[in-house]
């Protein structure tokens, strides 16, 4: 079956309320890191300032993962789609993108894939590239923008992007 010959999507997919607290442990030892590095700027008499090393913890100092890790660490497996009737991919494939949001990470751009090249795509490559291993917060948002991944095929094969799950609140760093 061609891009071409694959129906769109119209039905919305299964969705349910966000769950929180997820990685409460990995939120609390983040804190810990971040007040200890305030800490010693202080004693050091480098600045204090907690966005500052908020930021310095979370772009450089940070434990790496993958996303894939931090999927499991909740409970969420991606078993390999080839092993999967279309109907198993497509409710697997929700929880991925519904856990995914728990966890503070948004696909952008998934419409040129089907759910099967989709699912697939995040299984075996996007999934497993190293990130920073943080955990959910309000300060702690990453996007997956899976059209950059595109090779020549942009055309809409789903419509599903339009029901994606999307930050419940404005992008706000914490002060002071």
Same mark, same amino acid.
């Given at each position: ?6 129906? $769109?999507?119209? !039905? ?9 607290? =997820? ?25 204090? @300032?907690? &966005?500052?090393?908020? $930021? ?8 790496? /993962?993958?996303?894939?890790?931090? $999927?499991?660490? +909740? ?13 198993? +991919?497509?409710?697997? &494939?929700? *929880?991925?993108?519904? /856990? ?6 948004? &696909? =952008? ?5 089907? @759910? ?6 995040? *299984?075996?490559?996007?999934?497993? !590239?190293? +990130?920073? @291993? ?5 300060? #702690? ?11 020549? #095929?942009?055309?809409? +094969? ?16 914490? /002060?002071?």
């Amino acid at each position: 079956m061609t891009h071409q010959d694959r129906p $769109l999507h119209q !039905d919305r997919p299964p969705t349910r309320h966000r769950k929180r607290g =997820l990685r409460a442990e990995a939120a609390a030892e983040r804190e810990r890191a971040i007040e200890a590095l305030v800490k010693n700027a202080k004693a050091t008499g480098q600045p204090t @300032d907690h &966005l500052y090393w908020t $930021l310095q913890y979370d772009f450089e100092l940070a434990p790496m /993962t993958t996303n894939l890790q931090q $999927l499991k660490e +909740v409970g969420v497996s991606m078993p390999r789609e080839e092993g999967l009737c279309d109907r198993d +991919v497509q409710q697997n &494939l929700w *929880e991925v993108i519904e /856990t995914l949001a728990d966890l503070g990470v948004y &696909l =952008l751009h998934t419409d040129h894939l089907s @759910d099967r090249e989709l699912y697939r795509m995040l *299984e075996q490559e996007v999934l497993r !590239d190293k +990130v920073r @291993d943080l955990p959910p917060s309000q300060g #702690v948002i990453e996007f997956v923008d899976l059209g950059i991944r595109a090779e020549g #095929v942009t055309q809409a +094969v789903v419509q599903r992007d339009r029901f994606l799950p999307k930050p419940e609140q404005p992008h706000v760093f914490p /002060t002071g």
